[in-house]
């Protein structure tokens, strides 16, 4: 199913004739449905979620029609400016002055940590869509958040597992130091020593980093096949860069880049990304029904989407068909009715999303085109492979959240 304006219409539609045949009466808070939408707006991760997130969470508001049930939906912003203390104030202020009803964004892993305990606090209901710390719907969870888009188990399942099979048994981590970095880097070391190869080194880095070259040499020295970049955004880039400038690919090692966005490559272009294995939970050019909202994306910004903001779409969407469904906006019996109904559309593949508030979907296997094989400057990917929603995923058995079990 793809989220169009016409199918959202008829979702409403029916759900309004559904609470009519019933008698229901919706229960709406402070009539109105309140957004807020947190992230970093000007710094390391504008591009991969920022401003661009923000208009697909407006998009999806838009194609519901601009209200749910008779109130209207409001959205507002704030940039936590990567910074937990910035992020936790932020969405305490939005609970005691703006009645929120939803905190959506969420992207480094340390103000989404931060943020998801004001949440809990509140008794509120926020969707992570950028954050990659896999801590989150682990020994984080909480019963008021889902986490949407990706973490870094499958990163680690993906990529680390596919380069070791190719020969890349010896690493070297370069890792971001916060919770983000470290839980890519445990995910990572784990499948690495599982596949029977080993981490020979690493160093950590400040988040962010403009300087990496001290870095890099330590990676050359270390003698290691791959070095591996536990990092992301604007960090990963000046990683990379740093390693072309010193010669690193040039003799012999490989760089794995464990968490790469499409508006990373593109803005490195492909005579330095060629070839890079990476993993992706949604690729705009993958299929029709990505294609189609992908250019509608497109018209309004001009940029193709990276996965966060298409996931920042869907589950903006599924919360609000939810609502519209459930007759109310509260926050406990909206999590439990959004965990009900699957999530099938333009972004995910056999979605759904688990007791731990993690929602799972197929994740995919990429590589990087090299500059001959890409028709465009955004045909960056070849997707090589489809990792199936359940093998992605940290399974239930291994969980360390409270809510499965207890």
Known sequence: MTFNRKILASSVA???ATLMATGAQASMSDDAVRIGYL???SGTYRDLAGPGGLEALKMAVED??????GVPIEVFSADDRNSADV?????REWFDTRNVDLVAGLVASSVTIAATKVIEENDGLGIVSGSAASSITNEHCTPNHIHWVYDTYPLANGTAKAVVEQGGDSWFMLTADYAFGHALEGDVTRVVEENGGEIVGGVRHPFPTSDFSSYILQAQGSGAKIVGLANAGADTVNAITTASQFGLTQSGQQLAGLLIFLNDVHSMGLEATQNLLLTTGWYWDMDEQAREWADRYFERTGKRPTMVQAGIYSSTAHYLETVAEAGTDNPEQIRAAMAERPVEDFFSRNGYIREDGRMVHDM???QVKTPE???NEWDVYEILSTIPAEEAFRPLSESQCDLVNN
Do not use: R
């Open 39 to 41: 992230a970093d707006m």
């Open 364 to 366: 995919y296997l990429a």
């Open 87 to 91: 992020g936790a104030n932020t969405v």
């Open 373 to 375: 094989e890409s028709e």
């Open 14 to 16: 029916l759900a309004a």
């Open 64 to 69: 519901f029609g601009g209200e749910v049930n």
